[in-house]
């Protein structure tokens, strides 16, 4: 199938048998050696060991056998700027505020092709890494750009999409970050947000895609702006609220002085607290606030790469969950993580949690928890996240005889995380009953194509930076 192409609808039903490691992440059905999937009209009808597969399942209309692969769920990626793909590795030496006045240079120059061509490439590397949900937040609309170009992207590749209709208002004029040729009118931001609610949101079980409203971060948006997002999102079923937090101290001395408090009590002050919320970063939490997110059910997008590279912090991921606080896992933007791989996450973000000298930090199956049951939570889903009956068919598997999985046949499913990088990409990917990787080749697009496009958008786009971009930061 070629980008651009209608979706052909999933097979009626769909067996994936001989599977040597399942692990469904389902607390009653565990781990099975040699187990068996049995799909129906994209949703999971049967799981078990293949020698107890029912004998009407066997005659599936497409039916694969995966012996020598590892299969868990699809991973849920909860925080993402697709767009920024297009800018890789600038202003490498800088922390969030000096890296971002480096890349608006080029960002308002984004055209609705840039955006569309980044985020399907964005989705492709997400995909090839194990991931099958996404969430995204486009937050700059410069020129044409428009939400629409995304979800355009996400219905031609076939990834479950959440898109998030992102805002800056707040320029340097009145003492944002951003200049004020970043910004939007508050008005015309909150009438688009409607019209995208409207025109793209579906809150029915299984869906493809799910919207919610996120104005950027407290440092280039208005309270204002973020209380009638709320209160828009608030009008609709299902609709979320997202932004960024407590990302770092840069983060925190801003709040701190434009609005006199830290980041609980301004998110009180403008009613983002709800189980309706999820944040990303959070790297500088307090106890009290880690307590007010457990309270009230907000979760967390822990992006550990981003954090790393641009010297955030770490986020307490271990107290967090301690605190009984939702943690789930996101790339972040592949212009401050660089890379779009989410497996690769969820291993740092097991890694780092030991930093603190304890190898019982954190476990490789809690770990992959956050990435999926944790991800769906954040996106206020209970229908993807587990392998199991009556979730949705969104099934990863790669290959055991690759190069990365040789001498880990003892524990395939933790090797997962502790072999990523020698592992490589999904053999198979099942998103919504479709196959959409197989043999390790993504069927929905046309990837050197789609690379070779990327490339000249990324090209034209980063000539607008300034010189002094290498420096890192305004000299």
């Not at 099958?132 to 410069?142: A, E, F, G, K």
């Not at 407290?218 to 609220?241: Q, T």
Request: aromatic share 6%; hydrophobic share 40%.
């Amino acid at each position: 199938m070629r980008s651009g192409q209608p979706r052909a609808p999933p097979s009626t039903t769909l067996l994936l048998r001989n599977i040597t490691v399942l692990e469904t992440l389902n607390k009653d059905i565990g781990q099975i050696r040699d187990g068996a999937i049995y799909v129906k009209g994209g949703v999971i009808a049967w799981v078990g060991p293949t020698k107890d597969l029912p004998q009407d399942f066997t005659a599936a209309d497409t039916v694969l056998s995966l012996a020598d692969h590892v299969v868990i769920p699809g991973l849920v990626n909860t925080h993402h700027h697709m767009f920024q793909c297009l800018t890789r590795c600038i202003a490498q030496d800088t922390k969030l505020f000096g890296w971002l006045t480096t890349l608006y240079h080029a960002w308002v120059h984004l055209k609705g092709s840039d955006v569309y061509t980044a985020c399907k490439l964005a989705m492709a590397e997400l995909i090839l890494s194990g991931c099958t949900t996404s969430s995204d937040h486009l937050y700059i609309y410069p020129n044409d750009v428009t939400l629409d170009d995304s979800i355009r992207a996400a219905r031609e590749i076939g990834m479950r999409f959440h898109p998030t209709r992102g805002a800056m208002s707040l320029g340097e004029s009145k003492g944002g970050l951003p200049p004020d040729s970043c910004t939007e009118d508050e008005a015309l931001c909150l009438n688009d947000m409607e019209r995208c609610i409207k025109e793209f949101h579906d809150n029915s079980r299984f869906s493809m895609l799910r919207m919610a409203l996120a104005p950027c971060a407290p440092f280039n948006v208005s309270k204002e702006l973020m209380v009638k997002a709320a209160r828009l999102a608030r009008r609709y079923p299902g609709v979320r609220l997202h932004t960024h937090l407590a990302e770092n101290q840069e983060d925190i001395d801003f709040s701190q002085s434009t609005y006199g408090c830290r980041p609980g009590e301004y998110i009180r002050e403008v009613n983002w607290v709800g189980d309706d919320v999820w944040f990303a970063h959070c790297c500088m939490l307090d106890d009290g606030e880690m307590k007010q997110f457990a309270t009230h059910g907000i979760g967390i997008a822990h992006c550990p790469s981003s954090n790393l590279r641009l010297a955030s912090g770490i986020a307490p991921v271990r107290k967090l969950l301690d605190t009984s606080v939702n943690v789930g896992i996101g790339v972040d933007g592949t212009a401050s993580s660089d890379c779009g791989h989410l497996l690769q996450e969820v291993r740092l973000a097991l890694l780092l949690q030991r930093a603190s000298g304890s190898a019982r930090a954190m476990g490789s199956h809690e770990a992959l928890k956050m990435a999926t049951e944790g991800g769906a939570r954040n996106l206020g889903r209970d229908d993807i996240g587990q392998i199991a009956p009556g979730y949705a068919a969104d099934i990863v598997a790669w290959r055991l005889d690759a190069i990365g999985f040789s001498g880990a046949s003892q524990d395939p499913v933790a090797a997962l995380l502790y072999c990523t990088p020698s592992i490589g990409s999904v053999d198979l990917s099942v998103i919504d009953g479709h196959i959409v990787v197989k043999d390790g080749h993504l069927l929905t697009v046309d990837v050197q194509s789609l690379i070779k496009d990327h490339r000249a958008c990324s090209e034209q786009l980063c000539q607008y930076l300034p010189e002094w971009w290498q420096l890192g930061e305004k000299p």
